[in-house]
């Protein structure tokens, strides 16, 4: 048995692993490798394996540093079974067909400016296009939570809760037979435990080999208090100001979490005739995607839904598809809470609603996500009076919030513990899925507290499974 560490090795996007079991090959993963030039130009070079070669796929979710590249995986010869959960193959329908359509769009963006400067743009192809990226969807086996499922040659399949994201899972494989048999565990991307809206990471047995996630193995996040209570008080602030409360959110995941929340306000009695827009055709999507599946829920989602009531429906949340129905919003005066993507403000709808709330001092921006070096949130968040969206430029007049804390990652002391409720140290952990340093610190927390045998492979090295 091998396995080949083909992505997320050292950094956090592009997770791929190669597992070679008695001349069964199976993916773990297939993600785009995302941020910045050097690591998009990777995305286009030939897989360090044959996609031919490949019997079947095991995606953990649908995000798409984990499902990105596999409408590519098809492309160039791929066409085996993709096991996934039944929400992972929703979700992943609603964010590879977007991929697609983003991937077109940057085409002919390089194409208009290259024929601009009279140079040849003959060459500019999409990775892969929104159509390629929906051909993919039969191949997507679903598979429910905590359901054992025969892989040919290869072992027994079964899909934990990781609570990340809607349909996340932990993978564990079971390979080989009798005295042989081993269990190896792929962490995917691990949840909080305080989420609202999804259960916490599952507690497994203590696995003979464990791939495990680092996003934040270095680092705790910042304790921020209640959440919902902070949420709160900033839809108060603002609405009694008579403005409107704009959150940039990612359209899968911190939108819904947000929902929920509000949901619990609305109905305690708290924010009373309060309008709440979703504004983001896929956010929208999500949220339908998120109210069929709650069988990745917390225990009191759960109860909620079991007690007869939605836990995103609320009186007041409108949810606005057409480009019409987003333009009214602005033409309305009447405060409320706006929620639109994408969470960082590089792209679509929220860019109009910054553009009509950042001059009125009655209004607030609240961001919940992380915002990246360069990203018009990042300028925003950090200060920067006045600024520039489409050409013009708009004075800092709104109140500028920040709640951290909406994290969909478990942090370094929820990964500690997580490893800790094994129960015991697998033969062999490899840390992946962290920038180099959150990981080789990760790697040393674990050898000391623990004793494990740790190793944070590289990019494209091989292990024998011991
Ligand atoms: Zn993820």
């Known amino acids: 048995m091998q396995l080949t560490f083909h992505g997320a090795a050292r950094e956090v996007t592009g997770s791929c692993h190669l597992l070679e079991v008695d001349g069964a090959r199976v993916l773990l993963d297939c993600g785009m490798i995302q941020g910045g030039r050097e690591r998009h130009v990777r995305n286009r070079e030939p897989f360090p394996f044959d996609p031919k070669g490949i019997d079947c796929v095991v995606l953990s979710h649908a995000h798409i540093d984990h499902a990105g590249r596999l409408p590519l995986l098809v492309k160039r010869g791929f066409e085996g079974p993709i096991y996934a959960t039944d929400a992972t193959t929703s979700l992943s329908h609603i964010l590879l067909s977007d991929a697609g359509h983003i991937q077109e769009e940057d085409a002919q963006w390089k194409i208009k400016r290259l024929e601009r400067k009279g140079e040849d743009a003959s060459w500019v192809t999409a990775l892969y296009t929104e159509e390629e990226a929906l051909a993919i969807l039969p191949q997507f086996v679903p598979v429910a939570f905590d359901t054992p499922v025969e892989l040919d040659t290869i072992g027994t399949l079964r899909f934990h809760k990781a609570g990340h994201i809607l349909g996340a899972a932990i993978v564990e494989l079971t390979l080989g037979h009798g005295d042989q048999r081993r269990r190896l565990v792929f962490s995917g991307d691990l949840g909080v435990s305080g989420s609202r809206l999804l259960s916490a990471p599952a507690t497994l047995a203590c696995p003979d080999y464990l791939l495990i996630e680092s996003t934040y193995g270095d680092r705790d996040r910042d304790e921020t208090g209640d959440l919902t ?29 947000l929902l929920a929340r509000i949901n619990d306000l609305v109905e305690a009695g708290r924010l009373n005739g309060v309008t709440v827009y979703v504004d983001s055709p896929m956010a929208i999507e999500a949220t339908r995607t998120f109210a069929i599946h709650p069988e990745g829920y917390s225990e009191q989602a759960r109860a909620k839904l079991h007690a007869g009531d939605a836990p995103l429906a609320f009186e007041g949340l409108t949810l606005t598809r057409s480009v019409e129905q987003s333009r009214a919003i602005n033409e309305d005066r009447s405060p409320a809470v706006i929620i639109s993507a994408s969470g960082m403000c590089t792209a679509g709808r929220i860019k109009h609603h910054l553009k009509h709330n950042l001059d009125d001092p009655r209004a607030t921006i609240l961001f919940v996500g992380y915002q990246a070096h360069g990203t018009l949130g990042r300028v925003i968040q950090s200060g920067v009076d006045p600024i520039r969206i489409f050409g013009e ?52 927390t674990l050898r000391t507290r623990f004793d494990a045998t740790v190793a944070v492979p590289s990019l494209g090295e091989s292990f024998a499974l011991p």
Do not use: C, M, N
């Not at 209570?229 to 839809?235: D, P, V």
């Not at 942090?411 to 094994?422: G, I, K, Q, T, V």
């Open 229 to 257: 209570e902070r949420l709160f008080q900033s839809i108060e602030k603002t609405l009694d100001r008579g403005g409107k409360l704009v959150i940039p959110a990612f359209a899968v995941g911190r939108t819904q979490e």
């Open 393 to 444: 430029w708009y004075p800092v007049k709104a109140s500028i919030e920040t709640i951290d804390g909406f994290s969909a990652h478990a942090d370094r002391s929820e990964l500690l513990d997580w490893f800790a409720a094994l129960g015991g140290r697998p033969r062999q952990t490899w840390v992946v899925h962290g920038e180099e340093e959150a990981a080789k610190t990760f790697g040393d």
